[in-house]
């Protein structure tokens, strides 16, 4: 799950990162009380889930409140990559003498919480990866002992040859791994952090995701959660205990199990269709699962027939069957259907859709290709 | 042989008394898995309909019952425990069925189970399934069959998919094991290649990836510099667009690595072909390793 900088700014702050003060603000107006009150020089920085939020104009410097109103009103309502301005964050602004990149992921390589470090920061930390790998040095931590002495020393010597700012770096980074693990995080980065020409550090950007398994005991920071910009049929297969990610082509799925849903949308392609949606109802395949799934699914205008591929093992295709039937019914569905039910009772389905103007198959091979079929012919 | 489940295990199902638990401790048990006991917390001394007992703790139930694997039905607020109570336990085998543990959770279990000898399927995994001898998970025992294929894969569904496939031209299978779609597992591709080299029943070994991480190139990496089985692959989410978690909690492509394309080009460099579809995996099998299996 992802959350605004302000919101991953507030979660620094509380685990004793230095934060600069800043305001969340939703009219222009308010910019110029709001730089009044922390001090100026200001920055205007766009609250949108997406990246590279500076290049594309969201972050702007203001010397003074008038200015900071003037920015403000610039950025909010700004197109930001397809997401419209609706809160810009106003933040004291720092003197930059020096930028470092920190950063803390779960390695799935040894699978402990990783830390980076680069003396290149304020860029794209990818960039650097790609083309200065010998820029970046990455710590395994172990979570029964967190960061170890040895651990920070050699991050703040690869990050700077100044010893009083390596004294300032170190409960930096301590304060860092605390919060990543306090709030399960699965990414939480500074970039950049900074050092000012008088030796302060400040952490002038904060970007944390939360891994999504662990919202059940962290109910705080699941309120964080902004759901505005969400594709809505993502938003309403979550709460339908469905995985959804909308895509652009006019071959609809539904399928029981991920990594079948991800094959499904494969063959697809490979028989040369385009998947409209990766859609996993779960291992089981319930008729109303199906029922939210298909709702779903036909909100979007390109669909041109719909795949339900079921795997069922152990669940009974004709219930399944059943079940899609009465869908059809109830969401008067005309765009094609097609069904493939293998499992428990795969016959009797097939028996029970024959009757029907549902195409049934009995390989996911002859689903795709009718469901692309289906789909040229309208 | 078979890796890690067969007819010497002896099981006890964590959750038995909740849904799925109850549901898959008879299918378990109907499919020929010695299934010795069961642990609910608070209902011990009770009998499930097919007479299997449950008891509280999973002291008592290994003390009890000899048991040397478990298989946990547990939500996922509760599953870590589960995990932590089977190995503390003295269990060897820990399958976690459950989806939806928080990863820094299973950061944290993995040294747990390594210094009590305990090894860790899953979690969010349909199992291990030794067809014909032993069913440890929710797998449909009946489109499996006894033979010389090993069988490793990130999904559920998907493997069935592929399983079946197998099946029905006639490639049984040694053991087929769900390492689990998350991030962070218990039993990974490279462990699994161990196992199944060491298996005199095992001829070739299919290798079922998906996007995120980099468990498929660090497999690929191990044989490209020699493994004693053959093996074939395939890779799912080659049309997954970047940054977004497709259902598994490890299928996710970040920061431009942990794609598809990248798999499959790290198994063909090591000599592996990929199939294109679940069912080229057939065609595939037939090249490698040509012996079909006699018995039904």
Sequence with gaps: MKIHEVDAREIFSRYGLPVPPSRLIRKAEEAGEAAREIGCPVVVKAQVLVGGRGIAGGVKLASHPDEAVQKAKAILGMDLKGITVEKVLVARAVDIAKEFYVGMVVDRRSRKPLMMVSPAGGIDIEEVARTTPEKILKIVIDPLWGILPFQTRRMTSFLTGDKETAKKLAPVLGALYAAFMGVDATLAEINPLV???AGEVWAIDAKINIDDSSLFRQKEVAGLRDESTEDRGEVDAREAGLSFVKLNGAIGCVVNGAGLAMSTMDMIKHFGGEPANFLDIGGSSSPDKVLSAMRIILRDS???SILVNIFGGITRCDDVARGIIEAKKELGMEVPLVVRLTGTNED???????????ISVSTMEEGVTKAIAAARGR | MSILVDENSRVIVQGITGRDGAFHASQMRAYGTKVVGGVTPGKGGQKTDDGIP???TMAE???ETGANASVVYVPAAFATDAICEAADAGVALVVCITEGIPVLDMVRVLPYLRERGARLIGPNCPGIISPGKCKVGIMPGDIHKRGRIGVVSRSGTLTYEIV???TQSGFGQSSCLGIGGDPVVGTNFLDALELFAKDEETDCVVIIGEIGGSDEEE?????ASGYPKKVASFIAGRTAPPGKRMGHAGAIVTGGTGTAAEKIAAFEAAGVEVAATPGEIVD???RLAPVRSKRT
């Design chain 1, 195 to 197: 050092v000012t020409p």
């Design chain 2, 219 to 223: 497999a690929a990496a191990v044989i």
């Design chain 2, 164 to 166: 079946h496939h197998l």
């Design chain 1, 302 to 304: 390109n669909v041109k």
């Design chain 2, 54 to 56: 449950i008891f509280n």
């Design chain 2, 284 to 286: 595939l099998v037939k």
């Design chain 2, 61 to 63: 139930a290994v003390a």
């Design chain 1, 348 to 358: 009797t389905a097939r028996n029970i859709l024959a009757g029907t103007t549902l």
